[in-house]
């Protein structure tokens, strides 16, 4: 239950202006006033880590703009180091922010309105900022371009071809087929077509383009609030401006985005009684990333739950139209977009990651690293034992969830939340932008306080992960644990307004008090 409006937490908002009769996504007449130096905080914050990202992010292996000019020494010496600090401290001041903001929200003080202008204001400077924490994007246009030249990309990677997009795809996807469903290989040839030879275009077109994810994100959430009693104001703040949205499914940017879109908006349709349209949508989520296929079993449920009949009567009932719709939309996606199922073949590629972020891959390494106390051993037979355990008991959470989920209703759709969340944490590699997988399904519902706070401690660390320009920095130790540290202290700032207790020594300095405490 949200704190009330005397929450210790909430911060001071005495420098909001007032704009009554503005209309907010809930359908209200929001005359709340907006949190413009909370805004204005996370704006700056935005605008520094896009001028870090300048020698600090993904950037260009020939870059057109930075090239031999002064703004090249950003990218090297004292120079990076510079850029990296800027896009640090940005990051750190879009995090307070967020949080200044999510206790606005908490509080009641600030609604709907509000978060979508921090959101807008936040993102803008994304738009065209080199890619931070992630070098995906350059995978996402090297698969285009192989689909636009003719070849396969389920069968082979950004290597087979020259020129400026494939030497900027990371090296680890260079050899490595697409795992991304027909409907983003169209999507990605359409960039190529739509922004031509600059790369720098393809990347901002791309971005424009998952952008709609983010709309149709937004627009479904006031009815899916309707749905499942949770808070508009909340579930804006926690999918819609957090650093996660903000920084990696924009920022990087991910195909993801257009996927929870496409997700969000289909489960609100099925909600609604538009199974048909529901199943749809949420089949061309799939056919952007496979993992949207995880809440199909679940929408079917809502589907059958309006036949009358046995269960399992309701059930066929349900189930034959909406493999029917499946198989049309999915079907009409490969073969427009020109391409095979090959994909299905391709989606343990991000398992060649092997990092502890994962679960069964954590689980893995620590035996390894037990048994080669012994002598020295591959790593791979414990890392691929643990995952395939994991694989099983992600399918037993599922088959679980999915008979509880039976009656249908907002039932069934939490509990697609649950396995989207089990879905990443258990999958052969976890990278920070899964955490949206659930968070769409799932920002909906009614929210405590400290899940919240979970929420932004989880956020942070995760980001901090990786390091600006997308390799891992989660083997540094003495970062991740200040990371660490810094996501707890994150996390603790959204429900005590002070969590290191530095307001009343401040306070006795700024009095001239000379019984400060040490």
């Known amino acids: 239950m949200p704190p009330s409006a005397s929450i210790e937490s909430a911060p001071d908002w005495s420098e909001r202006t007032r704009g009554a009769g503005q209309f907010s996504p809930s359908g209200d007449?929001?005359?709340?006033?907006?949190p413009l130096r909370t805004i204005a905080l996370g704006t700056i914050g935005s605008l520094m880590m896009l001028l870090g990202a300048l020698g600090a992010g993904g950037t260009l292996i020939h870059d057109p703009i930075l090239g031999d000019g002064p703004l090249s020494a950003l990218r090297y010496g004292h120079g990076r180091y510079i850029a990296t600090a800027v896009l640090y401290a940005g990051f750190a001041l879009l995090v307070w922010a967020w949080v200044r903001l999510g206790r606005g929200v908490l509080?009641?003080?600030?609604?709907?309105?509000?978060?979508?202008?921090?959101m807008a204001a936040w993102i803008a400077p994304m738009i065209v900022a080199p890619p931070l924490f992630t070098r995906d994007v350059y995978s996402y246009l090297g698969q285009g371009l192989l689909a636009l030249n003719g070849l396969d990309p389920y069968g082979v990677g950004p290597a087979m071809l020259t020129g400026t997009i494939p030497e900027n795809v990371h090296p680890t996807w260079q050899t490595t087929p697409a795992p991304y469903g027909?409907?983003?290989m169209g999507i990605a040839k359409g960039v190529i077509l739509l922004s031509?030879?600059?790369?720098?275009a393809n990347v901002i077109v791309m971005r424009l383009v998952l952008l709609t994810g983010l709309a149709l994100l937004v627009l479904s959430l006031p009815g899916l609030v309707r749905h499942l009693g949770g808070r508009l104001p909340v579930a804006l703040w926690l999918?819609?401006?957090?650093?996660m949205t903000v920084v990696q499914l924009v920022g990087g940017p991910h195909n993801d985005m257009l996927m929870i879109g496409l997700l969000a908006v289909g489960t609100l349709a099925v909600l609604d009684g538009r199974n048909a349209t529901g199943i749809a949508l949420v089949s061309a989520a799939m056919a952007i990333k496979a993992t949207a296929g995880l809440a199909l079993p679940f929408l079917v449920w809502i589907w059958a739950s309006r036949y009358s009949g046995s269960l399992w009567r309701r059930f066929l009932h349900g189930l034959v139209p909406a493999l029917a719709v499946f198989t049309a939309v999915f079907g009409s996606f490969t073969l427009l977009a020109k391409v095979g199922l090959g994909w299905l073949g391709a989606l343990s590629a991000p398992g060649m990651i092997v990092n502890y972020l994962s679960a069964p891959t954590a689980l893995g390494q620590a035996v390894h690293s037990l048994a080669s106390v012994?002598?020295?051993?591959?790593?791979w037979p414990f890392v691929g034992t643990t995952r395939a355990l994991g694989s099983l008991v992600l399918v037993a959470i599922l088959v679980w969830n999915w008979w509880q989920a039976r009656e249908g209703g907002p039932e069934?759709?939490?509990?697609?939340?649950?396995?989207?969340?089990?879905g990443a944490l258990l999958s052969p590699v976890l990278l920070p932008w899964y955490l949206s997988w659930g968070l769409a399904m799932g920002a909906a519902f009614a929210w405590t306080p400290r899940a919240l706070s979970c929420v932004v401690g989880g956020s942070v660390l995760l980001i901090l992960a990786y390091y600006p320009d997308g390799e891992e920095a989660m083997y540094n130790w003495p970062f991740m644990a200040v990371a660490a540290a810094t996501a707890v202290v994150g996390a603790l700032s959204?429900?005590?307004f002070d969590p290191l207790g530095l307001s009343a020594p401040l306070r006795e300095l700024v009095r001239g008090n000379p019984k400060v405490p040490s």
């Open 29 to 34: 007449h929001d005359g709340r006033p907006l």
């Open 107 to 118: 509080a009641h003080l600030v609604e709907s309105r509000g978060v979508l202008h921090a």
């Open 182 to 184: 027909p409907l983003f």
């Open 196 to 200: 031509g030879h600059s790369i720098i």
């Open 239 to 243: 999918v819609a401006a957090s650093p």
């Open 374 to 379: 012994f002598g020295e051993l591959n790593i």
């Open 412 to 422: 069934a759709v939490r509990r697609a939340a649950i396995v989207l969340c089990c």
């Open 494 to 496: 959204l429900v005590r």
